[in-house]
């Protein structure tokens, strides 16, 4: 388990390198949030990396914890993007995406699938345009495949996510 862990913490450092070198955005982002059909709530974090040439911003997690390795993927298109203060550089912003996560433990392995749907707010700090902060409520739905408990639909949730990217 440690050599897993070992390796994609490797190669996450080794992308981050590469991509900052290509002019890539490379942020950090928070989330708060609940599933459907649960009362649970969690919270988390992921890389956020985008590349000014293609239009997808991407989320990278990777979760592990005691007996839990997980990685998810998320995939958003900016389908529609305004501004709501320019003065001041803040805009709104409707992405279109896809989201992906693969969970092995002791007790489970799982897949899930599905589609998602950011709406939020972006701001670029004036005179500091590098730098961005962004707020988003990105509900998703999917479906969920546990080898061992069978199929879970719907699957997603409500998560609030809150980020900043650097633009190199």
Do not use: Q
Not at 13 to 35: D, K, L, R, T
Not at 73 to 100: E, M, Q
């Amino acid at each position: 388990m440690r050599k897993i862990f070992c390796v994609i913490l490797l190669f996450s450092m080794i992308s981050i390198a590469a991509f900052a070198e290509e002019g890539w955005g490379i942020g950090v982002v928070g989330s708060f949030g609940g599933y459907w059909g649960s009362s649970d709530v969690s919270a988390g974090g992921a890389l956020s990396l985008k590349a000014p040439t293609i239009p997808i911003y991407w989320g990278v997690t990777l979760t592990a914890r005691s007996g839990i390795l997980g990685l998810g993927v998320t995939g958003d298109y900016p389908f529609l993007r305004g501004n709501l203060v320019p003065d001041i550089n803040l805009d709104w912003y409707l992405n279109l995406g896809g989201w992906g996560t693969f969970y092995t433990g002791s007790n489970h392995t799982s897949i899930a699938l599905g589609a998602r749907a950011p709406l939020g707010l972006s701001w670029r700090i004036p005179k500091v345009e590098i730098i961005e902060i962004f707020l988003s409520l990105s509900p998703s739905i999917g479906v969920a495949i546990d080898f061992d408990d069978g199929i879970d639909f719907p699957a997603g949730g409500w998560p609030v996510e809150l980020g900043f990217r650097i633009w190199f």
